[in-house]
């Protein structure tokens, strides 16, 4: 059974910094891509940043330069170090993996940017 297990979401002022984490359970999780959607109110949900078995990583241009995407095989985790954060980043972040044609999400974990 595959589980995915969001945290370190909050509320942050513009332009301060969160991690997020995300520990995957039943996948082989060293072979899998691994990624951070991202859904605000009123909008569809986005891939945010992805990154492969190999560490090849993807950014939506909205975040680049600003997220990174890590992950550490020993601890089955995904981590999304968001910086510079803005009003407009508020959302609910998910974790998402893709295994035999299925894809997999976490429960999500609001982020708030906001004065």
């Known amino acids: 059974q595959v589980q995915l297990v969001e945290s370190g979401g909050g509320l942050v002022q513009p332009g301060g910094s969160l991690r997020l984490s995300c520990a995957a359970s039943?996948?082989?999780?060293?072979?899998?891509?691994m990624g951070w959607y991202r859904q605000a109110p009123g909008k569809q949900r986005e891939l945010v940043a992805r990154?492969?078995?190999?560490?090849?990583?993807y950014y939506a241009d909205s975040v680049k330069d600003r997220f990174t995407i890590s992950r550490d095989n020993a601890k089955n985790t995904v981590y999304l170090q968001m910086n510079s954060l803005k009003p407009e980043d508020t959302a609910v972040y998910y974790c998402?993996?893709?295994?035999?044609?299925?894809?997999?999400w976490g429960q999500g974990t609001q982020v708030t940017v906001s004065s």
């Open positions: 990154i492969t078995s190999d560490g090849t990583t």
């Open positions: 039943g996948i082989i999780f060293s072979i899998s891509r």
């Open positions: 998402n993996t893709y295994v035999s044609t299925t894809n997999y």
